[in-house]
Nanobody, 123 residues
């Protein structure tokens, strides 16, 4: 079992930055591929970024490439998402996800979800 708790969301102006954190419980955290998804009102949940268990490989949605950075620290069971150059269209609830897949891009392959943290970008 892995429990995930996100933090770091908030209200920011366009062009600003935020750093989201996802703290995981469970001794097997380092065995899971981790990812961030987001869901805007009235829209389906979508992939944002993913990272392998070792942190050696990452993958991003085209919409965030070059602006967002995913990273992880297995020593403290935490995965991060640095959000830079934020745009109003980045407004969504951001979810942390854990998967037995090395790189997870589909919500169907997620084994555990966090409760989500709200990110709101004003224009």
């Amino acid at each position: 079992q892995v429990q995930l708790v996100e933090s770091g969301g908030g209200l920011v102006q366009a062009g600003g930055s935020l750093r989201l954190s996802c703290a995981a419980s469970g001794r097997t955290f380092s065995r899971y591929g981790m990812a961030w998804f987001r869901q805007a009102p009235g829209k389906e949940r979508e992939f944002v970024a993913a990272i392998t268990w070792s942190g050696g490989n990452t993958n991003y949605a085209d919409s965030v490439k070059g602006r967002f950075t995913i990273s992880r620290d297995n020593a403290v069971n935490t995965v991060y998402l640095q959000l830079n150059s934020l745009k109003p269209e980045d407004t969504a609830v951001y979810y942390c996800a854990a998967s037995q897949f090395s790189i997870v891009r589909s919500s169907r392959n997620v084994d555990y979800w966090g409760q989500g943290t709200q990110v709101t970008v004003s224009s």
